[in-house]
T-cell receptor, first 113, second 111 residues
Framework: DVKVTQSSRYLVKRTGEKVFLECVQD?????MFWYRQDPGLGLRLIYF???????EKGDIPEGYSVSREKKERFSLILESASTNQTSMYLC????????????FGQGTRLTVV | QKEVEQDPGPLSVPEGAIVSLNCTYS??????FMWYRQYSRKGPELLMY????GNKEDGRFTAQVDKSSKYISLFIRDSQPSDSATYLC???????????FGTGTLLAVQP
């Protein structure tokens, strides 16, 4: 059974904290993605990675960075958390190639207070 | 203007009804079109995938793409309470597989 695992289901952090969201996939996929999901806005791509140590900005990268040191692990970093980063964060992975299926994790509900 | 527009609903139908979900898009470069289903407190899962204009059927589900009108649809026949979920359209181009998602339509099928 394919699996994308996000380290936390729920997180509460304080404004200004550095926050790490971890994602691990066991499918040997080249591509990994971080999205945030907000009511009325749908899923928006923050960053994606198509190989180890490779990354590209998505549509809303401001305030975020990422790290991919190993193929199976993709981390999203909030350098200084702010209240407008309160959201559902979803990690996904896929094989390289047009239209390959993206497999999603369960999501991390982050609240910044 | 958003690249992908989707009516957020909510949409409530009785069990057994035919459901029609739709998305419009503005970027004619999109090559592949997907529908994801997301149950409450879960991540999205791929439901249907089409690469070109036309219809694709899988059981009770039919995906339709009209590239000339930049319009895609998902039809659910004989809807069941277990179909209650948020349905997200998604589309992309090229090999990087970066998808652009609609906002999602929340569907409730009443028993």
């Amino acid at each position: 059974d394919v699996k994308v695992t996000q380290s936390s289901r729920y997180l509460v952090k304080r404004t200004g904290e550095k926050v790490f969201l971890e994602c691990v996939q066991d499918m040997d996929h080249e591509n990994m993605f971080w999205y945030r999901q907000d009511p009325g806005l749908g899923l928006r791509l923050i960053y994606f990675s198509y190989d180890v140590k490779m990354k590209e900005k998505g549509d809303i990268p401001e305030g975020y960075s990422v790290s991919r040191e190993k193929k199976e692990r993709f981390s999203l970093i909030l350098e200084s958390a702010s209240t407008n980063q309160t959201s559902m964060y979803l990690c996904a992975s896929s094989l390289t190639g047009a239209g390959t299926e993206a497999f999603f994790g369960q999501g991390t509900r982050l609240t910044v207070v | 203007q958003k690249e992908v527009e989707q009516d957020p609903g909510p949409l409530s139908v009785p069990e057994g009804a035919i459901v029609s979900l739709n998305c419009t898009y503005s970027n004619s470069a999109f090559q592949y079109f997907m529908w994801y289903r997301q149950y409450s407190r879960k991540g999205p899962e791929l439901l249907m995938y089409t690469y070109s204009s036309g219809n694709k059927e899988d059981g009770r589900f039919t995906a339709q793409v009209d590239k000339s009108s930049k319009y895609i649809s998902l039809f659910i026949r004989d809807s069941q309470p277990s179909d209650s979920a948020t349905y997200l359209c998604a589309m992309g181009r090229g090999a990087t597989n970066k998808l652009i998602f609609g906002t999602g339509t929340l569907l409730a099928v009443q028993p």
